[in-house]
């Protein structure tokens, strides 16, 4: 992946070129003509440094170094990897503030704006990558939002080799399970406060990851899909097995067993195959406080709960060893060919990502102006900012 190191703040003034015209709508984009001149200096209010400026001689409008920058336009632009580091160590917004010493709501803004920019780096990587070389294995995650009976399903694939997380894509459904008095009382209020409860499906989402990944299969290739017994997989499956574009591996669900009881054979293979996407829903439930078991931090907003992924799906793929237990100094992203060696968050935040330069995916675009809302939080607030992000 074509991903610079050295954060923009860091190189010095005189050495800055602008790649390109950050203002939205500048016909420099199109054209690809863009010239710009130096336009002095302001002196950034958070802490007095010079940031040099710029005029576009194509749109006539001025931009700074900053505008680069992920910590374009913030008061205190040093918390920014400090909030990314603490958020995929299990710690929830209030105890973030308490460490750092700052407001929770800084944390809040904070963490959505670095979830931003991971869905945009995630989305850039895919795009990046040159082949999809390996099976993929693909299950859902399962979590809520605001309350328990609202169950949220997260489609997450990753790499059976290099244990890479290619996508991951949200699905709201009913909650299983048996209905007791109780239960059906305490979902009637529910209904009679907030409306009906949001619905989706396994199938759809399963088909938007697919088609984030068939466009990766080389052509005369097949994508190889390994995935539980879930019915609706092989529904969405099925039109790409037909067409010869791929094939899929079902291994269903054993039944439940007493722990001392032997594995079954089917059981053995089962866990086997799908070992790349178990592990990681466990690091997901380990490393992040909304997904703990029996927490009062749990996710709100099912979109809130996305752009925190994108966070952990960046950690996994690009900041961290594929084992910890037997670090061999190498990424998956390093195995998937996207990175060159494990990045820090400083260099992760190294460039601030633009959506208007990138394809992205229908649901990417909803998650990134927090668009998917949950009527029972009452205000959604939509990221619909026009020249910040
Ligand atoms: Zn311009």
């Given at each position: 992946m074509d991903w610079p190191r050295t954060p923009v703040e860091r190189i010095p003034a005189r050495r800055f070129k602008p790649p390109f015209c950050p203002w939205k709508g500048c016909p420099s984009q199109s054209l690809n003509n863009f010239r710009c001149v130096r336009d002095g200096y302001y002196s950034r209010k958070c802490d007095r440094r010079s940031i040099p400026r710029f005029h576009c001689k194509i749109c006539k409008r001025d931009f700074g170094q900053q505008t680069f920058s992920n910590t374009y336009y913030l008061k205190k632009p040093a918390l920014l990897p400090k909030v990314a580091a603490a958020s995929v160590a299990c710690g929830a917004s209030r105890q973030i503030a308490r460490m750092l010493g700052c407001s929770h709501t800084t944390v809040v803004h904070q963490a959505n704006r670095i979830g931003r920019h991971a869905l945009l780096l995630s989305s850039l990587a895919l795009e990046q990558l040159d082949a999809l070389r390996e099976p993929a294995v693909l299950d859902h995650f399962e979590t809520y939002q605001y309350c328990q009976e609202m169950a949220v399903g997260v489609a997450t694939v990753a790499g059976a080799r290099s244990h890479f997380i290619f996508a991951i894509d949200p699905t709201l459904h009913r909650l299983g399970g048996e209905m007791r008095p109780a239960r059906a009382k305490r979902l009637n209020s529910l209904i009679r406060r907030h409306g009906a409860l949001p619905t989706g499906s396994y199938r759809k989402s399963t088909e938007r990851v697919l088609e984030k990944l068939l466009p990766k299969v080389r052509s005369g290739e097949q994508l190889r899909l390994i995935a539980d017994g879930k019915p609706d997989y092989r529904a969405a499956a099925q039109p790409h097995i037909e067409s010869g574009r791929l094939k899929m591996d079902s291994y269903p669900n054993p039944p439940r067993r007493l722990k001392h009881e032997p594995k079954s054979e089917q059981a053995v293979l089962r866990d086997r195959a799908m070992f790349p996407v178990d592990v990681l829903h466990k690091l997901i439930r380990h490393s992040s406080a909304n997904h703990?078991?029996?927490?009062?931090?749990?996710?709100?907003r099912v979109n809130s709960i996305m752009l925190r992924l994108y966070v952990f799906m960046i950690w996994v793929n690009f900041g961290k060893d594929r084992s910890e237990r037997r670090p061999r100094g190498r990424s998956p992203g390093m195995d998937v060919g996207l990175a060159e060696g494990i990045l820090d968050w400083k260099q992760v935040l190294s460039r601030r990502l633009f959506p208007w330069r990138q394809k992205l995916s229908g649901m990417d675009r909803k998650l990134y102006s927090m668009a998917m809302e949950t009527p029972a939080v009452g205000n959604n607030r939509r990221h619909d900012l026009i020249n910040a992000f």
């Amino acid at each position: 992946m074509d991903w610079p190191r050295t954060p923009v703040e860091r190189i010095p003034a005189r050495r800055f070129k602008p790649p390109f015209c950050p203002w939205k709508g500048c016909p420099s984009q199109s054209l690809n003509n863009f010239r710009c001149v130096r336009d002095g200096y302001y002196s950034r209010k958070c802490d007095r440094r010079s940031i040099p400026r710029f005029h576009c001689k194509i749109c006539k409008r001025d931009f700074g170094q900053q505008t680069f920058s992920n910590t374009y336009y913030l008061k205190k632009p040093a918390l920014l990897p400090k909030v990314a580091a603490a958020s995929v160590a299990c710690g929830a917004s209030r105890q973030i503030a308490r460490m750092l010493g700052c407001s929770h709501t800084t944390v809040v803004h904070q963490a959505n704006r670095i979830g931003r920019h991971a869905l945009l780096l995630s989305s850039l990587a895919l795009e990046q990558l040159d082949a999809l070389r390996e099976p993929a294995v693909l299950d859902h995650f399962e979590t809520y939002q605001y309350c328990q009976e609202m169950a949220v399903g997260v489609a997450t694939v990753a790499g059976a080799r290099s244990h890479f997380i290619f996508a991951i894509d949200p699905t709201l459904h009913r909650l299983g399970g048996e209905m007791r008095p109780a239960r059906a009382k305490r979902l009637n209020s529910l209904i009679r406060r907030h409306g009906a409860l949001p619905t989706g499906s396994y199938r759809k989402s399963t088909e938007r990851v697919l088609e984030k990944l068939l466009p990766k299969v080389r052509s005369g290739e097949q994508l190889r899909l390994i995935a539980d017994g879930k019915p609706d997989y092989r529904a969405a499956a099925q039109p790409h097995i037909e067409s010869g574009r791929l094939k899929m591996d079902s291994y269903p669900n054993p039944p439940r067993r007493l722990k001392h009881e032997p594995k079954s054979e089917q059981a053995v293979l089962r866990d086997r195959a799908m070992f790349p996407v178990d592990v990681l829903h466990k690091l997901i439930r380990h490393s992040s406080a909304n997904h703990k078991r029996e927490t009062i931090a749990h996710g709100r907003r099912v979109n809130s709960i996305m752009l925190r992924l994108y966070v952990f799906m960046i950690w996994v793929n690009f900041g961290k060893d594929r084992s910890e237990r037997r670090p061999r100094g190498r990424s998956p992203g390093m195995d998937v060919g996207l990175a060159e060696g494990i990045l820090d968050w400083k260099q992760v935040l190294s460039r601030r990502l633009f959506p208007w330069r990138q394809k992205l995916s229908g649901m990417d675009r909803k998650l990134y102006s927090m668009a998917m809302e949950t009527p029972a939080v009452g205000n959604n607030r939509r990221h619909d900012l026009i020249n910040a992000f």
